[in-house]
């Protein structure tokens, strides 16, 4: 259930948020490869770096990783783990510090294996390699998504243990609950509180912020994981400014989850994930498009309306690995 179809394409998607380096049109290029190879990494760019987070010991014990990759000097180094190690964490940068909200951790024994929903968040400082702990979000849940608007951090979507549920965890046996919470936390008043639900809940999902509208793109429904739950290709577009859920973008091409995405100069790129049958793809889309070989991303200037283009020249365009 990797996060992206691999981790060196799901590397070089995040980094066209730190720096604009020069290259032929639509060439890969391979870079250092990644120091601690594990499947569930999440990442987040700040201050020109990437930071890669998370990462899974079999069988489904957090790793707690942290590493941060520089661009400039095509470096890895370690950093300090997670203060709390835990995975599908909803990660969100903001002015210059990440932010690390809910996720999942091991069940206490003698549970069986499991994913346990958490409600912790946490301010991790790239420049001081230090991490705070801050009021934790209202509701316990991972594989959830976050994203910046208006200086606000909002956290939508999720899974999390059925209502009435006797085990604290979920796994492939128990009954689980994907819910469409939208939580807005404020970073100065270190305060939650609860917005109006995405319509259509979800988790594993994309999402970005354009225009100061958050776009949450395809995802998961009817369960957490990938053997038992259905793909969504749909896209829907939250106002935080009126905190009303618009009309629905187009369509990605493709339903999947487990994706990795990105904005960049105004677009919206999604890369890799998974497929209903537990299949993983490695294709660079954004969201709408038909024509293969393109990369197609969300313009919400052409009012949501997907536009193929090719790599633009003068910069290194995404590609997933995992």
Sequence with gaps: MNRTASLKSFVLLLLTLCAPLVRGQGKWVDLAPFPDPREEVMGEAANGKLYVFSGLIPLWHPAGL??????ATNQWTKKKPM?????HVAFCEHDGKIYAIGGFVYPDSPAPAGWVPINNAWEY????????????????????????????????????TAPGAKEPYINFTTRQNVVGTV????PKANMWRTRTPVPTPRNHMGVGTVNGKIYVIGGRVGAAFI????????????????????PPGARMPTARSAVASAVYNGKIYVAGGELAGSRRTNRLLGVGGVRPGHEYLVDPSAHGDAAPRRGRRGHRQPVLCG
């Design 227 to 246: 053997s038992i739950a259905s793909d969504i290709s749909l896209v829907e577009i939250y106002n935080p400014s009126t905190d009303i859920w618009e």
């Design 125 to 160: 400082d790239p420049k001081n390699d230090s991490w705070m702990v801050l009021a934790p979000m209202p509701t316990k849940r991972g594989a959830a998504v976050a994203a910046e608007a208006g200086g606000k951090i909002y956290v939508i979507g999720g899974a999390t």
């Design 183 to 186: 939580e807005e936390y404020d």
């Design 83 to 87: 203060a709390l190690p835990s995975h």
């Design 66 to 71: 942290v590493y941060e990759y520089d661009p």
